[in-house]
């Protein structure tokens, strides 16, 4: 708990826009969602032709996963792309059920004779409703209400994948390191937010209940009020620490990707230019859709990874028409390859140095030897045409089981803990002389090259020369040794990855 308020307090700052976005998304959408929920649900609690459809609609939406949903959004055009507005419309998807569904309780728990007894007396259906009813059913809608917030709070944080910040920042950024300070810096405020959320409303719902409260609604109308300001003061508030930016930087969800990320993020403001960090997107795809549709500006791509899994073309080892290729692509969508950093992070297959040894294990055709060897991957390896079905083809290999699939950040210690016996990790990846691993020789040269190269859209260079400016002084200053370095500083010893930048980049102005 003391490392946990140490961090925090260190990054107060930060920590508290981060909280002010996480409150933010939740609020927004679930006032939206109640926008929509009780007016549908008063419908279909009046008209129960109308229920099932509208009830099915919602629970569709509910059984969505939600990286899933995030990955469908953001192809769509005005609702879609990377960053806060595609959060806002999963999370309001997904809160819409609880509040229909409280709503639509609330109307038909009313007993049916109060209603009569009130229009017998006069009563117009408008008055009924809104004099009856309503007042009657508001502690059901609040507990939708209560539901719906405490899902957002969950969900907001893996809405991190997709640029739109919060709290899921920290997760994400402690996954990458395999810290559990960073990620429980994320995970117990989120876990306070929902417990306050849930605590507000269950207070605004005890004043809703006509039978306990004896200012005819005005507390729950007045602690409404209180969330809705708050929630509007944080917005204001998260988007002035935010300030202006001119150029924004992404990076996907592993610890290499946090640190080139922040090589870009730190050199181009040595520029003079405000640069806002969207990173820990969710894999190669959501970053690329992210750049091409300009919710980023830049990052750092991989040259055989843009040409097998974003362009679908076959891998090469000629890392000069691997650059020319993936040159002409990316120039048909508005993007500029800038020039190489200097380092090829091609994959590595790595199992234990104690079964290397015993084994004799030196290249990837003697993972033949290894019987029963069981294997795991991350996510994107087990789909790309340059993955594990191309590499068992290649080498005549097969492993006990299915592989298992797990986060790339996470791989490393599934093998040094015994969990399997056999992963493809990345080259540079620090992780690998922490955990005593043992990279195994592709003789057969099946992997193509991988060399990071800075991708940035056309227009932004246009509009800031000094953006090319600064990334071609990086250009060819990271060996493979020095990428490896400067991961195992941020995986190994914990540094933190702004810190381990900002000296690299001060040594090299030294030089």
Not at 235 to 262: H, M, P
Not at 450 to 462: D, I, M, N, Q, T
């Amino acid at each position: 708990m003391s490392d946990l308020l140490a961090f925090i307090g260190s990054r107060q700052a930060e920590f508290l826009a981060r909280t002010g976005e996480h409150v933010v998304l939740v609020a927004v959408s679930t006032l939206i969602a109640a926008a929509i929920g009780i007016p549908l649900g008063m419908l279909a609690a009046r008209r129960p032709s109308a229920a099932k459809p509208i009830v099915a609609l919602a629970n569709l939406a509910q059984t969505v996963p939600s990286l899933a949903l995030f990955g469908f959004l953001i192809p769509l055009p005005v609702i879609g792309g990377i960053g806060t507005r595609t959060a806002l419309v999963a999370l309001t998807l997904y809160a819409v059920l609880p509040v229909l569904r409280g709503t639509i309780t609330g109307i038909q728990g009313v007993p049916a004779a109060v209603t009569e007894c009130a229009a017998a007396m006069g009563l117009t259906p408008r008055q009924v409703l809104t004099q009856v009813e309503w007042p009657l059913a508001l502690p059901s809608i609040v507990s939708g209400l209560r539901v719906a917030v405490v899902i957002g709070v969950g969900t907001a944080t893996i809405a991190s994948a997709i640029g739109a910040g919060g709290l899921g920042d920290y997760i994400f950024r402690g996954l990458a390191m395999v810290d559990s300070t960073v990620i429980l810096a994320g995970a117990v405020p989120a876990a306070v937010l929902a417990l306050v959320g849930d605590g507000v409303l269950a207070l605004a719902g005890r004043f809703a209940d006509p039978r306990r409260r004896s200012t005819r609604g005005r507390l729950p109308a007045a602690a409404l009020a209180i969330v809705v300001i708050a929630s509007l003061s944080a917005a204001v508030w998260a988007g002035g620490l935010a300030g202006r930016r001119d150029v924004i930087v992404g990076s996907k969800n592993f610890t290499e990707q946090i640190v080139l990320g922040e090589l870009v993020a730190q050199v181009i403001e040595r520029h003079g230019l405000n640069v806002e960090r969207r990173f820990n997107l969710g894999g190669t795809a959501i970053a690329h859709q992210a750049l091409v549709s300009g919710g980023l500006d830049a990052y750092v791509e991989y040259s055989g990874t843009a040409l097998t899994a974003i362009f679908d073309m076959p891998p090469s080892t000629n890392a000069t028409l691997v650059l020319e290729l993936i040159r002409n692509r990316y120039a048909a969508l508005g993007v500029t390859v800038l020039p190489r950093l200097g380092y090829n992070n091609t994959f590595a297959i790595l199992v234990r140095k104690a079964d290397a040894d015993r084994l004799g294990l030196r290249s990837i055709g003697d993972l033949n030897k290894f019987s029963r060897a069981r294997a795991g991957f991350g996510y994107e390896f087990l789909e790309r045409p340059d993955g594990l079905t191309g590499l068992a083809a290649a080498y005549g290999l097969s492993f006990e089981g299915q592989p298992r699939t797990m986060d790339l950040n996470l791989i490393y210690r599934a093998v040094a803990s015994g969990e399997i016996d056999v992963t493809a990790g990345d080259m540079t990846s620090g992780q690998i002389e922490a955990l005593n691993l043992v990279v195994l020789e592709d003789d057969r040269r099946y992997f193509p090259v991988y060399e990071a190269v800075p991708v940035v859209r056309a227009g932004v260079l246009l509009r800031y020369p000094q953006v090319a400016e600064a990334l071609r002084r990086l250009e060819g200053v990271i060996s493979n040794e020095t990428m490896r370095r400067l991961n195992y500083a941020v995986d190994a010893e914990k540094q933190d990855a702004f810190q381990v930048v900002k000296e690299f980049l001060d040594t090299i102005d030294r030089s």
